[in-house]
């Protein structure tokens, strides 16, 4: 049974899951064709990563596979390694293996240049692109319709990892070493993401406790990246499962 948990911003617990991706589901669809009916177009940036690779096949399978409007969406990528599309770590093989794949009618898919070998000119890229093809409200900052974002059991997301400097970034697109896993990768940065009007974080396993208890009860802090999504005009909703919520304060 999803419940939310009262005095949290939109902490959303589900039994298991499987209920987590259904109502994350949901509610994505809803957004998606709310966005096609408010300007025509819907904008979304999906999370890489093992967690969202169930929720995705779900979206391509019914209803959600003819119900969302598909064919006016247009679907970007929240980060990426910096391997080719066709490597198995490429957050793009993901996505065309596991959503797209499956829908009947195919929206408008732009992955970020991972291969290209360069990756700061690979950020430049894509940062142009967004400006282009994602609209804003009359600034220079493209404002997604939803964002989807996982957490790591470090407290990060997308490719912001505690004490890198991507961190204070102010360009929308921006590579990023990580020491510890030993690899570049492109990340959207805290602006875009803070300029969305949705962003839904998708958070399961008991390995993620302890940094979700902190992202929720703490606030913005820069050794829990994740904590720094605030959108500064729009909606922030975590879909959790009971493991991952298990030390929040109810």
Same mark, same amino acid.
């Given at each position: ?5 009262? *005095?949290?911003?939109?902490?959303? /617990?589900?039994?298991? %899951? *499987?209920?987590?991706?259904? @109502? ?39 209803? $959600? ?7 006016? /969406?247009?679907? $970007?990528?929240? &980060?990426?390694?910096? +391997? ?6 490429? !957050?793009?093989?993901? +996505? ?17 240049? *991972? ?6 000119? @690979? ?13 804003? &409200? ?13 957490? *790591?059991? &470090? ?17 929308? /697109? @921006?590579? %990023? ?16 993401? !803070?300029?969305?009007? !949705? /962003? ?49 304060? %109810?």
């Amino acid at each position: 049974m999803i419940s939310p948990i009262r *005095g949290r911003p939109a902490v959303i /617990v589900g039994s298991d %899951v *499987g209920e987590v991706m259904h @109502a994350a589901a949901r509610r994505i669809a809803a957004l998606l064709a709310a966005a096609v009916e408010r300007h025509g177009v819907a904008t979304m940036a999906l999370a890489g990563g093992s967690t969202p690779r169930r929720l995705y096949r779900l979206l391509a399978s019914p209803p $959600f596979d003819r119900d969302i409007p598909w064919t006016r /969406v247009k679907l $970007f990528m929240g &980060d990426e390694r910096c +391997v080719p599309p066709e490597h198995p770590d490429s !957050n793009e093989r993901m +996505v065309r293996e596991s959503l797209l794949a499956g829908l009947p009618e195919a929206p408008a898919f732009h992955p970020m240049p *991972g291969g290209h070998p360069d990756p700061v000119e @690979a950020a430049r890229l894509y940062a142009e692109r967004l400006v282009r093809e994602v609209p804003g &409200d009359g600034d220079s900052v493209p404002r997604f319709d939803v964002v989807l974002l996982g957490m *790591g059991d &470090d407290g990060h997301t997308a490719s912001l990892f505690p004490d890198t400097a991507i961190l204070d970034e102010e360009r929308l /697109v @921006a590579e %990023v070493y990580v020491p510890r896993m030993d690899s570049w990768r492109l990340s959207l940065t805290p602006p875009i993401l !803070n300029a969305a009007r !949705n /962003v839904l974080f998708l958070v399961t396993g008991a390995g993620k406790a302890t940094a979700l208890a902190r992202v929720i009860a703490d606030g913005p802090r820069r050794e829990f990246p994740s904590s720094l999504v605030q959108p500064k005009d729009g909606e922030i909703e975590w879909h959790v499962d009971r493991e991952a919520a298990a030390l929040i304060a %109810v």
